[in-house]
């Protein structure tokens, strides 16, 4: 039997059974132990997770060489790895990637302050081999991803707007590769977060609320750029995490901003983050995770890289272009008679109406903009090249921000149901609809105005 290839045995790193690491010092005495993590890099190199400096660490520095044994979770084979020591890597994107995945493997064990990864340790196979046993077969799998992605990026491409090219985008990973929550997030170039522009799959949909980066997988993800992907994890480790880490920094100021809810899974035991990437520059991450263990696998990962790709091209091709964001109806909530009240606190330029958290940021400064001018100018028409113009507005130097924002701004109107919409009239032109007056009511300067 020929020896099996580095690569076709990927799940073999998922983590759900412990790996056996075997050293032995200068003098040839043996040491065998449990390795929380073994890592697949390429075809024939693998991490193995630094956290303690204990007698395995010791051999290893002494000899530079070491053997690890490795199970299928699902059919139980396993395998030997003969390891060549390279180096030990205490930053970057391969420890940081390593170091999630073990937050999710100790969160699953009840051992958060005890798993803390002090390096990625970089190992050549030397050899491979499968070790003789009993193994169970395994039906193969009932999806052709290459199939999926096909169609998907396909569709994608027929999108005439971020709106839609968000909503086609979440549709497909549903429809063709049976994903059934999952969340689109953009990168804000005037913070350190992500702000949530689509979702499937939850009974809320969370537009407008935020990772930081470096939280969770999702900011990991988008920090590191590299995919993040944890087949066993429990509560500990999930969007709970980043939610109230983000909701503690927000929370301050005049403003007292209140939590828009995220709509992650209260339980998930699976989760997979994959930046989208233009020229280095992370634009994105879709983000997705199920109830079930080993939801997602490489081939998973690989597929939603592809789409990541795809993604972040459509998000440059649509924002260059100057399309706009497309248009949602406004609701059908009953006409007014009083006047909206509009709050716009300078501070971050977030934006509250009728009493309510509308959006911050650079969508909440633009909005501001738009009712200023239809309270003061009587205005309802706007131009995207006007606000891009508009240097009180702050807008990034990249085209696809204020597309983004626009979507953000755009589905968070449509969601308060007030009747407040944009809707698009022309290329790079849209209108602001309302169906009552705006008082307006600046914390900069404590004043107020109504429309005619």
Request: glycine content about 8%; charged content about 25%; hydrophobic content about 40%.
């Amino acid at each position: 039997m020929s020896a099996p290839e580095l690569e076709c045995i990927r799940c073999c790193f998922e983590g759900i059974v412990p790996a056996i690491l075997a050293t032995c010092d200068s003098a040839g005495q043996p040491n065998v132990s449990m390795i929380s993590q073994v890592h697949y890099v390429d075809r024939d190199q693998v991490a193995l997770s630094y956290q303690f400096f204990n007698k395995t660490r010791r051999n290893l520095l002494e000899t530079g060489v070491a053997s690890v044994m490795v199970t299928d979770p699902v059919t139980v084979a396993q395998y030997r790895l003969e390891l060549d020591y390279i180096e030990t890597q205490e930053a970057g994107p391969l420890f940081e990637t390593m170091k999630a995945k073990l937050a999710g493997i100790a969160s699953h064990a009840g051992m958060q302050d005890v798993f803390k990864l002090r390096g990625a340790d970089l190992f050549h196979v030397r050899s491979l081999a499968s070790v003789p046993g009993v193994e169970q077969s395994v039906s193969a799998p009932s999806r052709n991803l290459l199939s999926a992605v096909r169609r998907i990026v396909t569709e994608m491409s027929h999108a005439g707007n971020l709106g839609d090219l968000f909503d086609v985008t979440l549709a497909g990973l549903r429809r063709y590769l049976g994903i059934d929550h999952a969340i689109l997030l953009l990168a804000d170039d005037t913070s350190t977060d992500l702000f949530t522009v689509a979702s499937v799959g939850y009974v809320r949909s969370g537009i407008g609320s935020e990772i930081p980066l470096g939280q969770g997988v999702i900011g990991v993800a988008a920090r590191e750029r590299v995919p993040i992907r944890i087949g066993n994890m429990t509560l500990e480790y999930s969007f709970g995490m980043a939610l109230r880490a983000s909701v503690a920094a927000t929370n301050t100021g005049d403003a007292n901003l209140p939590e828009i809810p995220y709509p992650g899974l209260d339980a998930p035991e699976s989760q997979i983050a994959v930046p989208v990437l233009k020229d280095r520059r992370t634009l994105g991450v879709i983000f997705a995770e199920s109830t079930v263990a080993l939801r997602f696998q490489y081939d998973d990962e690989d597929a939603l890289v592809l789409i990541a790709d795809r993604l972040g091209e459509e998000i440059r091709r649509l924002s260059e272009r100057g399309t706009n964001t497309g248009r949602t109806e406004a609701s059908a909530a009953l006409p007014l008679r009083r006047a909206i009240t509009v709050r716009h606190y300078a501070q971050d330029d977030s934006v509250f109406v009728d009493n309510e958290y509308l959006i911050k940021g650079v969508a909440g400064a633009i909005f501001w903009k738009l009712v200023r001018e239809c309270v003061l100018n009587g205005r309802s028409e706007f131009t995207n090249r006007e606000l891009r113009l508009d240097p009180s507005l702050r807008l990034p130097t990249h085209a696809e921000n204020l597309e983004a924002r626009l979507v953000l701004l755009q589905r968070r109107l449509a969601e308060r149901g007030l009747g407040i919409a944009l809707e698009r009239i022309g290329r790079g032109r849209f209108r602001l609809i309302a169906p009552t007056p705006f008082e307006l009511v600046d914390t900069t300067s404590a004043t107020a105005s109504l429309s005619a």
